[in-house]
C-alpha cells in the first residue's frame, strides 16, 4: 500500500483540509484588541469611530474600528503549532462582535 503525504510542492493553495484541534492556553490574555482600518484593518491611532483617510490602504472616508488579533497554540494530539486568528475569525469563534470584545476589554 503506498501512502501519499502532502507537501507544500503537492498541495493546492484553494485546498481545503480539516483537522480537529483543541486549544489548551486559549484565554483572552492571547486576543490583542486594537482600532483600526474599517477596509484593511491595519492599525490606527484615530479615536474610535472617527473617518479619515487610511495611510496604508490609502482608502479614503474609512472608520477607525475594533480589530483583534487572536494568536493561541493549536493540538491535534501528534502536534502543536501556533496559529492567530483575526476578527472575521475571532467573532466566529467567540459568537461575539469585535465591538462587543472591545468593550470588555
Keep these: 500500500m503506498s501512502v501519499f503525504y502532502k507537501q507544500s510542492s503537492t498541495t493546492w493553495q484553494d485546498e481545503r483540509?480539516?483537522?480537529?484541534?483543541?486549544?489548551?492556553?486559549?484565554?483572552?490574555?492571547?486576543?490583542?484588541?486594537y482600532l483600526g482600518c474599517s477596509k484593511c484593518g491595519r492599525r490606527s491611532n484615530e479615536p474610535e469611530n472617527a473617518v479619515y483617510?487610511?495611510?496604508?490602504?490609502?482608502?479614503?472616508?474609512?472608520?477607525?474600528?475594533?480589530?483583534?488579533?487572536f494568536k493561541v497554540d493549536v493540538t491535534d494530539g501528534t502536534?502543536?503549532?501556533?496559529?492567530?486568528?483575526?476578527?472575521?475569525e475571532v467573532e466566529m469563534l467567540t459568537g461575539n462582535t469585535c465591538a462587543e470584545i472591545w468593550s470588555l476589554k
Design 79 to 88: 502536534a502543536e503549532t501556533e496559529l492567530t486568528f483575526f476578527s472575521k
Design 53 to 69: 483617510k487610511c495611510l496604508k490602504c490609502s482608502a479614503i472616508d474609512v472608520t477607525s474600528i475594533p480589530r483583534i488579533t
Design 17 to 33: 483540509f480539516w483537522l480537529e484541534v483543541t486549544m489548551p492556553t486559549a484565554t483572552a490574555k492571547n486576543m490583542y484588541v
